[in-house]
């Protein structure tokens, strides 16, 4: 109930075209919540309102939305606001600009957990997806190291 209220009122403040309020209105909404669709939601605002520096505004904002969702760990939601981002910038951007994204873009890879019933007992492997992120490759030196003695270990197995 709170969201609509929230959104509620934000759209009242873009029909006045009172943009600096609005601008009040998701600041004050991200210090409650870091929900990855109010970060969209405001770089969407934001290039919407038609100024010289619109653009530059949407971009700080999925700057901020990036680092605040990689400091969360949040890497579903990283991903959402790197495709809008990604969008924006093929919309808006340069060349640059484009490919500084694509550099931020994330390699999606296939992992397996064990997976274990209420009682502790095994109840087999569970495949699923996750997201590498090339800032968190560069804070790991040792991750090809690793890799390949995952898949070492993993032909062993068979």
Not at 81 to 102: P, T
């Amino acid at each position: 109930m709170p969201e609509v209220l929230w959104k509620a009122y934000i759209d009242f403040e873009i029909n006045l075209e009172e943009y600096d309020r609005t601008r009040d209105l998701y600041e004050r909404l991200l210090k409650r919540t870091q929900h990855v669709k109010v970060w969209i939601s405001f770089a969407q605002f934001e290039t919407s309102t038609a100024t010289d520096e619109s653009v530059e505004q949407a971009r700080s904002v999925y700057e901020r939305a990036d680092k605040s969702l990689r400091n969360a760990e949040e890497k579903e939601e990283r991903v959402m606001v790197l495709e809008a981002w990604k969008e924006f910038e093929n919309e808006h951007g340069d060349d640059s600009a484009q490919e500084k994204i694509k550099k931020k873009m994330p390699r999606r890879v296939k992992k397996r957990r064990k997976v274990q019933t209420d009682d502790g007992s095994d109840a087999g492997w569970e495949e699923y997806y996750d997201y590498i992120f090339p800032d968190d490759e560069a804070n790991m030196p040792n991750f090809k190291l690793l890799q390949m003695a995952r898949l070492w270990k993993q032909k062993e197995q068979l």
